[in-house]
Each structure stands twice: as C-alpha cells, then as structure tokens.
C-alpha cells in the first residue's frame, strides 16, 4: 500500500470529539491567534485525546507549523507515548477505570485439584491447561470491581487453528448462563467472592481438539473490554474415552487406565512359533509430547475444523507418522543400511523420535520400521485421548494388486517368476488399534478399528491405512471405508498358487487357507501377558463362518475369478419383527424367512449370532450363537422361529437395549452364499401422565404418573424427572426402590405460568432400566378466560 500524505493544521481547529477517528483535516487557513489564559486546560485536553484517536495527523501542541506527514503503517500510540515521555491523563485513567476489566485469570492447574483429576489429565507433565471435552471445568476471574449481572455482562472466547471461524467450530463464543446443560458450550457462574467470580464452563463432546487461545470479554454501560491473551492460559482439549457421548467413549475403566493411561506397553515379534516380546515406552504424558503431538497434526496443514472427528484425526496421523508424502515423524528403513541414523531395532519408545521430531520443526527421523511406526502412532493417540494399542500379526500378508488373495506364480517348470511375485508375508508386521464409534459405517462396525502407519500401500493417494472396522474385516464386508480390504487380505487371504500355461494364460492349481494371518496378539489389559484376538479379526480357521467371510470378501477382488461361483440363486433370507416389537423384560421373539424359488430341494446351513450393541454402532458383547441346518422344499418359504430369553440378555444390556442379529449362511446345493443384520430394540414402557381437574394460569393443578416395572428384579434408587415450559421447571423426584413387576403412581403439584396447549414431560432414571419417559398434553387457560 502506497504512502498516504497528510496535511497537518493546528488540531485545535478539528473540534472536541476524541473519540472520532478522521482519516485527514482538509486544508483551512486559521487564524493564528494566542489562546485565552483559562482556554489552556481545555484545550491541552483535547489536544492530549486527538493524538491518542490519530496520533500520526495531530502533533505535539508546540509544533504550530503545518507539515507534511507520511503514513506507512499503523502507529501505536502506547509507542507515542514511550518516546515523548508523556504520561496517560487522568482523564484516560478515569475512563479505564469505569470499564469492567479482567485482572486475571485462575485456570485451577493443580495436579491434586479437581480440573485434572476429574479430567484424568494430572499425568501430563507440564504446566498446561490439559482437559477433555464433553466435560465441565472450573475457573476464577478476578474483574476491576465486582460484578452486576443486571447490568454487566460477560462470555468467553476460544480460538483455535490459524483462521479460527465461529462458522466451522475453531472461534467459540461461550456464553453465561444460568444453568448449564450438556452438549454445547457454556458457562455459568458457580461462586462470587467480591471481585472474583468462579465459573463452570461446559463443552460439547464434539468439540475440535488441540489448542485454544482464550480471552474474556466484558461489557457494561461505559464500553466492552476484552482481556489481553496470555499463554499460560491456553487450553489443550483431548479427546474424551470418559464421556458418553463423545464418539470415542470406552466404557470399561480397566480398559480406559490401559488403553489411554498406561504409558508403557508390550510389542510381539518374531514368529508363529517363537514369538519374541519387548518392552515399548509410550512416554505419552511427558514433557513436550503433547506439544509434538499438537505438532503433528499442525504440519499436517489440513483445517483444524475437523480436528474434532477422530475417523478424520486418526486418518491424518496415520500419513504424518511416516515421510513419504508430508515429511512426516519417521523415514522407514529396511535396507540394512542405518549409517546415517539411528536402527530401527535400537529405539524402545516414542519419546525421543517425537521430541527429535518436534525439536528440528518437523525433519522426519531416521530410522523406523513396522513396530517403531505401530509406537509412535499408539503414544500420540493416546496422547491426544482415543484409546489404542499396538497388534502384532503374525504370517502377514501384503497384498499390492487387491486380488484378496496372496499370490504366488510359476512357470511352466513350476519354478517362480519373481517380478510376478509382488505380493509377500512378513514374519510378523505391527499396526495400531483406536477405538471409537464409526457413525459414517452401517451400525455393529463402531469399536476397535485398525490403523497402521507403516507405508506399504497408499490410500486415496497418501500412504496410510484405516481406521478398518474389526467388525467389517471379520466379516469379509470389505467395501466399508477405510482400507478393509487391505487390512482383510493381511490376516484373512488365501495363498493361491498360479501356474503358467503354453499359451501365456495362468491357471489355479492350489491353495492354501489358513497360513495367513496366526497369533494375532496385544498386551492384556492389566497385565504383562500377551492376548491372543485373533478371533476379533476372522471366524475360527476353516469354519464355515470364515470361509463364507473369504469368499465375500473376494468377490470385489480383482482375482473374484479364483473361488467358483454359486451355480445358482435362488433362496434369499429376511428377519421379520412382528408389531411394534419385543419388550424389556420378556423374551424376544423374530422370525427367519429363508425363501426358495427354484424347482428343486435346497439345504441351507444357518449361521446367528446375537451382539449387544451401544447406540453408536459400537459392539459390546455377543450373547447367543446359533447353527442350524435347513431344508426347503421347491417353491417353498419356511419360517424359523428365533428366540432370546429374558434370562440370557438381562445382565448384559447398555442404555439404549440396542441388539444386532447378523444371520450368514450357505445353500449346501449351489453355494450360494446370503447374509443380513437387523437391529432391534427392547421396548421400554411409557410413563403414564394423567392431569387432574383444570389447568389455568397462577392456579395449582395436579398430575398423576403411574408406571409398572417390566423386569422381575428390583429398580433401585429410581428418580423421577419432570419439566414442561410454561408448568414447571426441571425437577427430581426421588421414589427409592421399586419391586420387581410392580406398579406405582404418585401425584405431583405445580402451578402453571403461560396459558395455551403444553406439554409434559416425564422421564425415569435408575442403573437397571433406562430409556422410560412420558408425555401429557395439558390446555392452560388463561386467568381471564377461566373466570369468565
């Protein structure tokens, strides 16, 4: 921008309003004249406030010449003031002073206080604010004078990223409140003590994770005041595997202390055979690992918009964890070569690569291999709150062509052709494991998914893998995003052998089915031992189950060719749920409906199994399985009745009673293969809410809430919730325990505040039954109407 010339007349002539800016004074002749003796104060005054609005057009009082004045930037008047000695007036002071100003700020930082301890954030090292969202903190604000809540205001404001927009979630205004309420920012004043008000601030379980810079804003009746931004008062925001509605919720507290606690691990290597272990520090809560973490995902230069996703977080450290495309932690290495760095098999924890790491500003780490990619990734995950742990596999397949199959070719002399062979099995490779649920897959594939930053193969472009449904890969459902089909041929392809034919052609002469994918195996929780779940990964070796899961998986392939197709299709399959659906407390009753159109006798093999699941998506638990065998005649439906007892999901269900039925199975004539979930719930029974007599504006009415327990066992510490705009604000009623089976109603008063049709709302809450909640219609009549 050009300079901008100025011309500069005696101030005094502009006029007594300093608290407008003016770009420029046109060009007056005044008349020089001495001013009055009693004029000098006032004008001294006004003088002191023009220099203070546009201090590079309006010059100290004795420079009475006009000159020309040239602007190349914005002047600071504090810088003004530094230079000519003068001090601030007392009017400037006065004005200060009527504002409502932040002193300081108190972001409760003790290790032994309850931010940390309650956020399980008291591990970090450092003198960081480090919390979860989801979840309240506490805070002081020590303001100029005390605070008025009828005529101040204040909110705070948090800013993250380089561009931080109120728009995408990186510029959050919190507001103050009167009480707060889950899942959105805000705050609320808890305590007053003079000056100093002691607030409880809440954040959504969305919220975008990383570093925000925080400020307080102020207003009152004399002008808003906004505090000056201090980096002692940044706040770090993690994850949160403690809060229910963050999509990363685990809720076993021993799996919480050692897939997001613990900070030092065990890494399997070797063989099937003779499988070799080593001891990994994690180091997640040491000084300056968050600060690396952080920078992790900084260098990754994607929007700090979606930095609250981790399907989109974890997808980001999986390509920064390695160099190829963005200079990321670690080069790899498996030349035999490390001259120019450090051995892979040297490093026995992540702390030093990330701190190497962070220290150089970003210069990638030589060197790593799998295991070394597998810790690192598992310390920043945890660092940054989403549960992890590192899986060694063992006899692990790489597939390059996503055939499914490992492929092995030969020539005519049955001897490899090695530029052919591409495709190999490591001895053993080492990935990652994160938990969460995964609301962009169908539901029953939320829970542990596989990432892996080891660059083997790219993935929309970038070399990375996951995060991989355990859930998908199981079950052969390899089109699900990310990389299931990857990560399927890992521990689940077959080994096919290929042999070259005279005329250029290759022909299948042999396979093999369970040399892929033993041992698969993590650190147990609570202990040094090694876990074995490789049942998480594919149904037991050679059962019908996993080769129904090989042959789907294969069939979006590029080698589809290699297992026979069903010479027929015929029979399909279907779940049907009569009416509104089973109930909480009795046993649950569907249908199965395996329908044959062909001509001829078909024989089905019926593979259910029956999991628990979160409303996520999330499994928990399988509760029933199930084969059978099943003959249907031509042209024939037949329907099987499928049974849960009450006895057999009682003790096993979460909040939402959600369930999944995934059915497989083969048609022994065709081998045709079918398969469907249904997801269902248990119904609750409604709370009964029935008004008595009139309603009407400032007059009490009454209500009875009946309800009876659909379970045979008792309902303990059962509280009642009620609330309705314009009847009643939100209140608890506590009932105590109520008997198995039994039926209870109590009667409640209120008094009804707006007139017009309202509605309300009844819920129950106890540790054995959740999900029960009611609803009334109630006319409030006006006082007016009513008399008349």
């Known amino acids: 921008m050009p300079p901008v010339i100025h011309s500069v007349r005696d101030s005094s002539a502009v006029g007594r309003f300093p608290t407008v800016t003016l770009p420029f004074v046109e060009d007056v002749e005044v008349e020089k004249e001495e001013p009055a003796e009693n004029d000098v104060n006032k004008k001294s005054a006004c003088l002191r406030w023009l220099r203070k609005a546009c201090p590079c057009c309006y010059k100290r009082a004795d420079d009475d010449d006009a000159t020309e004045t040239v602007v190349t930037g914005v002047d600071d008047p504090d810088k003004e003031n530094e230079g000519n000695g003068e001090k601030p007036t007392t009017e400037e002071g006065n004005l200060n002073e009527l504002l409502l100003n932040v002193r300081s700020i108190d972001l409760m930082k003790s290790k032994t206080g309850a931010n940390l301890l309650e956020h399980h954030t008291n591990l970090y090292q450092s003198d960081k604010f480090v919390i979860r969202r989801g979840q309240t903190f506490q805070m002081w604000i020590t303001l100029s004078r005390p605070f008025d809540p009828n005529t101040d205001k204040l909110h705070l404001e948090l800013k993250t990223g380089p561009l931080p927009a109120v728009s995408n979630g990186t510029h959050i205004i919190v507001p103050l409140v009167e009480d707060l309420e889950d899942g959105r920012w805000e705050a609320a004043v808890v305590q007053r003590d ?110 700090n918009s979606g930095w609250g996703d981790p399907v989109n977080v974890t997808r980001i450290i999986s390509a920064m964890v390695n160099s190829p495309d963005d200079l990321g932690v670690l080069e790899g290495n498996w030349s035999g070569d490390y001259s120019q760095g450090t051995s892979p098999t040297v490093w026995s924890g992540s702390v030093e690569i990330l701190k190497q790491y962070y220290e150089s500003r970003g210069t990638p780490v030589k060197y790593g291999q799998c295991w070394v990619f597998a810790g690192v990734f598992t310390t920043v995950l945890r660092c940054l709150g989403i549960p992890a742990r590192t899986v060694t596999n063992f006899s692990s397949a790489h597939d390059t062509d996503v055939s499914l199959t490992t492929d ?7 001897e490899p052709i090695e530029h052919l062979n591409a495709d190999s099995i490591w001895n053993f490779h080492v990935w990652t494991d994160c938990w969460m649920s995964r609301p962009d897959l169908p539901p029953g594939n939320g829970g542990w998914q596989t990432v892996d930053a080891t660059p083997q193969e790219t993935s929309q472009g970038v070399f990375r893998c996951g995060p991989a449904s355990l859930s998908a890969i199981r079950n052969g459902q390899v089109y699900l995003k990310h990389d299931c089909a990857f990560v399927f041929a890992e521990v689940n392809s077959d080994k096919i052998y290929w042999q070259k034919k005279k005329d250029g052609t290759f022909s299948q002469i042999y396979s093999e089915k369970n040399t892929v994918g033993r041992s698969i195996s993590t650190k147990a929780v609570g202990s040094d031992e090694r876990q074995d779940i490789t049942h998480l990964y594919k149904h037991p070796e050679g059962s019908e189950e996993e080769r129904i899961a090989v042959e789907t998986a294969c069939s979006y392939g590029s080698k589809a060719a290699a297992y026979s197709s069903p010479t027929a299709e015929d029979v399909s399959l279907e779940v049907v749920m009569e009416g509104d659906g089973p109930r909480m407390g009795e046993n649950a009753e569907l249908t199965i409906r395996l329908r044959n159109v062909s001509s001829e006798l078909r024989t089905v093999t019926l593979h259910s199994q029956l999991a628990v699941m979160y409303y996520t998506g999330v499994h928990k638990d399988t509760v029933k399985k199930d084969t059978v065998d099943e003959e249907i005649l031509p042209n024939e439906v037949n329907e099987l009745a499928w049974e849960l007892n009450y006895d057999t999901y009682k003790n096993q269900l979460v909040d939402q009673a959600a ?43 009454k209500v009875e809430i009946s309800f009876t327990n659909p379970l045979p066992v008792v309902l303990k510490a059962v509280i009642f919730h009620l609330e309705g705009t314009g009847l009643l604000h939100g209140k608890k009623i506590p009932y105590a325990d109520i008997g198995g089976h039994a039926s209870v109603s109590f009667t409640e008063h209120f008094v009804p505040t707006l007139p017009g049709p309202r509605k309300l709302l009844a819920s129950l809450d106890c540790q054995q039954l959740t999900q029960v909640h009611g609803v009334s219609d109630i006319n409030v009549e006006d006082k007016s109407s009513a008399t008349s």
């Open 659 to 701: 369930l999944m039925l995934t059915l497989s199975a083969r048609v022994r004539e065709t081998q045709q293969v079918l398969a469907t979930q249904f997801g269902f719930r248990l119904r609750t029974p409604d709370l009964v809410i029935k008004p008595v007599g009139k309603a009407v504006v400032g007059q009490k009415m």
């Open 194 to 303: 003079d000056k100093r008000l002691k607030l409880s601030v809440n954040s959504p379980p969305t919220a975008v994770v990383g570093r925000y810079q925080l400020t307080v804003e102020t207003s009152c009746a004399n002008g808003p005041a906004t505090s000056k931004h201090d980096p002692a008062n940044d706040i770090y925001m993690l994850f949160n595997p403690w809060c229910e509605d963050d999509s990363v919720f685990l809720d076993s507290e021993e799996e919480r202390q050692e897939y997001v606690l613990n900070d030092v691990g065990r890494i399997y290597y070797g063989t099937d055979l003779q499988i070799g272990e080593r001891t990994w520090n994690y180091g997640q809560f040491n000084n300056g690992i968050l600060a690396a973490c952080l920078f992790v995902l900084d260098r990754s230069r994607t929007p």
């Open 408 to 414: 092995i070719y030969l020539d005519e002399e049955m």
